[in-house]
């Protein structure tokens, strides 16, 4: 019963990964289905759901670890989504990138002295904490990537790669504070949930079934993709009723200009 699941619970994440790939990277989709940030979040964090609920079912190390491997998956998508295509210019390869900025922390003074809590957060605050979910799937995977070394293997490659594809790809412009920033925040978030031995803690989350009842187990795991299909229907959904708008709204200017 269990392998079967497993064999479910796979196809459910591919098909479900294609589906984003489809409504965020192809062509002009995000704008045609209203793939926001938020809502690229929620339909990744749907898919986890799933994943999850199907680790507190199988209870199982080698599992745990598969599925930690999803997530990993899961949010490098999402990171691409983010900072090459949502709400940014097509994609296209460039023999030279806009001016970049160089010079350390100056765009991080600049924020600081003249940006709004808005624009703060965003540029500042957001960059800190973007890579922080890696760091922390990176440790629940292995022990090893406790380690500051361990992690700056991994972790500084795809800070410079962002910034130089944004450069080259004119979705973006190269700033060494981005860089500067997206490292920081790894540091230290790394040193104090270790230091403070919360990562054991936050691990046993993705290790364990909670003791849950075995029907409790499987009731979440099918609600959970309930909650998955739904959603996903809705975006397709609420694309058509824009499209039929479109359509009207077309349909009036036309018998108006006549």
């Given amino acids: 019963m269990k392998k079967h699941l497993k064999l479910f619970k796979n196809i459910i994440f591919i098909i479900s990964l294609l589906i984003y790939i489809y409504l965020v990277f192809i062509g002009r989709n995000q704008y ?4 926001s940030y938020s809502m690229c979040i929620l339909l990744i964090a749907l898919i986890c759901l799933v994943i999850f609920t199907y680790g507190i079912i199988s209870n199982k190390e ?5 599925n930690v491997n999803l997530y990993i998956v899961l949010y ?18 460039y023999s030279w990138w806009y001016s970049g900025q160089y010079t350390p922390f100056n765009t991080i003074r600049q924020q600081l002295s003249y940006g709004s809590a808005l624009s703060i957060i965003k540029n500042i ?25 361990k992690q700056l293997i ?14 080259f790809t004119h979705t973006g412009s190269f700033d060494i504070d ?11 978030f790394t040193f104090l949930i270790t230091r403070l031995s919360i990562i054991n803690k936050i691990k046993k989350l993705f290790y364990t079934d909670f003791k849950i009842k075995e029907s409790l187990k499987y009731i979440l795991f099918y609600f959970s993709i309930f909650l998955l299909v739904a959603f996903i229907t809705l ?6 009723e824009l499209l039929k708008s479109s359509i009207i709204n077309l349909s009036i200017f036309n018998i108006l200009w006549r």
Avoid: C, H, W
């Avoid at 080698?62 to 598969?66: A, Q, R």
């Avoid at 490098?76 to 390869?93: A, Y």
């Fill in 32 to 35: 045609l289905y209203n793939m």
């Fill in 154 to 167: 991994i972790i500084l490659p795809i800070i410079i790669g962002i910034e130089l594809f944004q450069a």
């Fill in 125 to 149: 605050i957001g960059n800190s904490i973007m890579l922080m979910p890696l760091t922390l799937l990176l440790m629940s995977k292995n022990k090893k990537y406790n380690n500051l070394l």
């Fill in 62 to 66: 080698m599992d745990f670890k598969n």
């Fill in 235 to 240: 975006i397709f959904l609420n694309s058509l």
């Fill in 178 to 188: 981005d860089i500067i920033l997206n490292y920081l925040g790894t540091v230290i």
């Fill in 76 to 93: 490098l998508t999402l990171l691409i989504s983010v900072v090459f295509f949502i709400g940014r210019s097509e994609i296209k390869l």
